[in-house]
């Protein structure tokens, strides 16, 4: 299983910005597809989280601004980043959690390499 991100770049304050992270491969399900942030000096962070079932969960910081969504038929998630601040600055990678046969109730986790988001002020 391999997930690909995509959509980081360079934007000033306040702008907007779409992540993208396609998951392939020997896929039954997905369960969880999470997005983290890593920053210099900081340990990776949870920014956002999505389930199977449509829950998600947001870091506070990024409360009102990020929104995670998914397209199963895509094995893809999304993270829309609205109002991007200059902390928001870091890697962003996603994992999922994988059943690769259809007898795996627990999955495994996976990870993408990140893609780089640069927010200046």
């Known amino acids: 299983v391999q997930l690909q991100a995509s959509g980081g770049g360079l934007v000033q304050a306040g702008g907007s910005l779409r992540l993208s992270c396609r998951a392939s491969g020997a896929i039954v399900r997905i369960r969880d597809m999470d997005w983290y942030r890593q920053t210099p000096g900081k340990q990776r962070e949870l920014v956002a989280a999505s389930t199977s079932g449509g829950s998600t969960h947001y870091d506070d910081s990024v409360e009102g601004r990020f929104t995670i969504s998914r397209d199963s038929a895509k094995n893809t998630v999304y993270l829309q980043m609205n109002n991007l601040k200059p902390e928001d600055t870091g890697v962003y990678s996603c994992?999922?959690?994988?059943?690769?046969?259809?007898?795996?109730?627990?999955?495994?986790?996976?990870w993408g390499k990140g893609t780089q988001v640069t927010v200046s002020s």
């Open positions: 994992r999922a959690r994988v059943a690769s046969s259809p007898h795996d109730y627990s999955g495994v986790l996976y």
